[in-house]
């Protein structure tokens, strides 16, 4: 599986980016989905997942405020970024595992990403 993450920029505080990851080479509908971000000099964290049936789950930190949701004819995932703050500033990469038993760990998913730069200036 490769997966292709696109939609990163520069915001200002309260503006909106949608980021977008395109999957190929596998069945994109049995893939577990998840963002995650790392920001400089910080741990990769977890952002937001959704299942294969549509279950979605958000860290606290952006729940309310980013949504994640997938097209599987599209074979793609997104995450909506709403009311964007200074702290959201990191590179998002999309992840992905057919099956997953703990969603926020990093090492649970097997495909990755490249990254895209988000940057939101106050």
């Known amino acids: 599986v490769q997966l292709q993450a696109s939609g990163g920029g520069s915001v200002q505080a309260g503006g909106s980016l949608r980021l977008s990851c395109a999957a190929s080479?596998?069945?994109?509908?049995?893939?577990?989905m998840g963002w995650f971000r790392q920001a400089p000099g910080k741990d990769r964290e977890f952002v937001a997942s959704?299942?294969?049936?549509?279950?979605?789950t958000y860290a606290d930190a952006v729940k309310g405020r980013f949504t994640i949701s997938r097209d599987n004819d599209k074979k793609t995932v997104f995450l909506q970024m709403n009311s964007l703050k200074p702290e959201d500033t990191a590179v998002y990469f999309c992840?992905?595992?057919?099956?997953?038993?703990?969603?926020?760990?990093?090492?649970?998913?097997?495909?990755w990403g490249q990254g895209t730069q988000v940057t939101v200036s106050s």
């Open positions: 959704i299942s294969r049936s549509f279950a979605t």
């Open positions: 992840a992905a595992h057919p099956v997953i038993y703990s969603i926020s760990t990093v090492s649970q998913y097997s495909y």
């Open positions: 080479g596998g069945q994109f509908s049995r893939l577990f």
